[in-house]
């Protein structure tokens, strides 16, 4: 699958921003679905993971209660809106699918979109 990633911009500390992932192909909801994020001079963390077909989700801690993953599988299409955002969630945000079951270890991730900035002013 291929993955695109879009919605990234400037918004202010306390805005919101909706993040969507396009994946190709006819089988997306084949795929766990997951995005993770990388600061600068920081590694790449995850921020939250999705089932194949919504019903279960998987926040960081960090995000819990500002994140929202969700998905639609008839646009091949996953979502992260992000509300209350922090200073601290300036990073570029990438989305990744997977097999076999959700989670957050990136190197379980088999596909990768090229990311989207994200940019969070105090």
């Known amino acids: 699958v291929q993955l695109q990633a879009s919605g990234g911009g400037l918004v202010q500390a306390g805005g919101s921003l909706r993040l969507s992932c396009a994946g190709s192909?006819?089988?997306?909801?084949?795929?766990?679905m997951g995005w993770f994020r990388q600061a600068p001079g920081k590694e790449r963390e995850f921020v939250a993971a999705v089932s194949r077909f919504g019903g279960t989700t998987s926040y960081a801690d960090s995000v819990k209660g500002r994140f929202t993953i969700a998905r639609d599988n008839a646009k091949n299409t996953v979502y992260l809106q992000m509300n209350s955002l922090k200073p601290e969630d300036t990073a570029v945000y990438y989305c990744?699918?997977?097999?076999?079951?959700?989670?957050?270890?990136?190197?379980?991730?088999?596909?990768w979109g090229q990311g989207t900035l994200v940019t969070v002013s105090s």
């Open positions: 990744a699918a997977r097999y076999l079951t959700i989670g957050s270890m990136e190197n379980e991730y088999a596909y």
């Open positions: 192909g006819r089988t997306f909801s084949s795929y766990y």
